[in-house]
């Protein structure tokens, strides 16, 4: 007797009804992240239009325009493709195809409920940190291969705005750390079901805001793809679908950073009603968050170089220490909390 | 458990680098479409209209330097410090005067760097 294979099919069956791969493939993986991306590139352009007095791409749609970012998607991917005479092809097309792989795995440590959470690591936290750490390299490596001067120009800027915010943005989540006793986000949302960390931790938060923005490379911190300046800097050179990456990876970090912030600072899945709202409030939350940070695009000019550097290093570093040291005094003072 | 959760995490960052890097090479290969005999025009550096001089990875003054040394050596403080962070109810004062002394040796340093690095006459 020769023992039969198993059946191709019923374990192709048995692997895409598994929990794990509808929570990778569905929500909150791959599919919602690419849906939800689409849907922020329409808020981003209708929220900044009804800031400056315009309206905004309202044709194509069932409601106020909202397939638009759909149809530039299929219109970019049938664009043609011109890499530059010089570029170093190999690095010049897979670093953004990697930036937004690399956004993309944001999501995964983010728990929007307990149960739909892909990765439960113990050590959440750094670990989004360090993912983020890791974007400006891309970034440098994609101006560099591109051979010509303002993506370069670009790419130094973002790696020096980049560098520049990111201790910031650890030393300021340091304070949750503290008040949670715990890298584990899940864990940090529940150490947060006796209160919010916004409230003893609002210096932090501010901070925590202004650095993730920066860190998103949107307005008012800008620099790297300013227009006016360096013509979308590090993007300049990109052609059709690959524009379309480099552009979609700053939205999916943005989805990303403010679902952090309403698991970190929010509660997250945490607020009234029975647990199965749970998703319905992280996404609340997370929808708020994207829209302030939205808002902040119609409210700021872009700052100088020199200024973000300076303000970065000595104004946000000072605080987040300052930020640390009433946190300390707060957990010694009421133990508490 | 410190390993749990990871294998999902490796899991996931597979699945959507395979999927992404899949659809690229699709697009590649079968959906944009390619100019056989590019004009040299075409496939220049793009500088706003003008033709392209010099090369394009050129000498360029970093001028802010100094800031990034300063990363270098202050992420590594930052990840000390959430050591510290994560244990800081059961060490007590016993871990955290350490940790003071730690952060202050390192802060005055990186006071006189910064006021070296915020002064425009230095870059």
């Known amino acids: 007797m020769v023992d039969l294979p198993p059946d191709p099919i019923q374990m192709t069956i048995a692997m895409i009804t598994s929990p794990l791969f509808l929570k990778v493939a569905i929500f909150p993986g791959l599919t919602s992240i690419g849906i939800i991306a689409a849907i922020l590139t329409w808020l981003d352009r209708k929220i900044t239009a009804r800031v400056q007095l315009r309206i905004g791409p309202q044709y194509v749609s069932p409601f106020g325009g909202i397939l638009q970012s759909f149809a530039d998607l299929i219109k970019l991917a049938f664009k043609e493709l011109i890499i530059p005479e010089k570029a170093d092809r190999f690095f010049f097309i897979l670093a953004p195809v990697f930036g937004l792989v690399l956004g993309a795995g944001l999501i995964a440590l983010i728990p929007f409920s307990p149960e739909t959470l892909i990765s439960n690591v113990e050590v959440g936290l750094p670990v989004f940190l360090a993912f983020v750490t890791l974007s400006p390299t891309l970034v440098l490596l994609a101006g560099w291969s591109a051979n010509s001067k303002y993506p370069f120009i670009g790419g130094l800027r973002s790696l020096f705005q980049q560098t520049g915010y990111e201790i910031p943005l650890w030393l300021s989540s340091i304070g949750v750390v503290m008040l949670a006793g715990s890298f584990n986000l899940t864990k940090i949302v529940q150490a947060q079901s006796t209160g919010w960390f916004i409230l003893p931790q609002l210096l932090g938060a501010i901070i925590f805001l202004v650095t993730s923005v920066a860190e998103q490379e949107r307005i008012p911190f800008d620099l790297p793809e300013a227009e006016p300046e360096i013509i979308m800097g590090w993007q300049a050179e990109y052609p059709g679908f690959l524009f379309l990456a480099a552009q979609g990876a700053g939205f999916v970090k943005l989805y990303a950073f403010s679902a952090l912030f309403a698991t970190i600072y929010l509660g997250g899945y945490l607020g009234p009603g029975p647990q199965f709202l749970g998703l319905f409030w992280s996404l609340f939350k997370t929808t708020i968050m994207i829209v302030l940070v939205i808002l902040l695009r119609g409210a700021f000019g872009r700052v100088r170089l020199d200024q973000l550097l300076k303000y970065g290093w000595t104004l946000l570093l000072g605080l987040a220490i300052i930020n640390i040291a009433i946190t300390y005094f707060l957990i010694e003072g009421f133990p508490a909390i | 458990m410190v390993a749990e959760g990871i ?93 003071l002394v730690f952060v202050s040796v390192l802060l005055v340093p990186l006071g006189y760097a910064l006021h070296l690095a915020n002064r425009p006459e230095n870059w």
Do not use: C, H
Not at chain 2, 27 to 53: C, H, M, N, W, Y
Not at chain 2, 69 to 93: E, I, P
């Open chain 2, 7 to 99: 294998p999902e995490l490796v899991y996931y960052l597979g699945f959507i680098t395979v999927n992404t890097l899949a659809l690229v090479v699709i697009l590649i290969l079968l959906v944009s479409p390619r100019d056989k005999k590019p004009t040299p025009v075409k496939r220049a550096p793009f500088e706003s209209g003008q033709i392209a001089v010099g090369r394009g990875r050129t000498r360029f003054i970093i001028q802010y330097y100094p800031y990034l040394l300063m990363f270098v050596v202050y992420d590594v403080v930052a990840m000390f410090l959430f050591a510290w962070a994560v244990n800081l109810r059961t060490l007590g004062a016993a871990g955290t005067i350490p940790v």
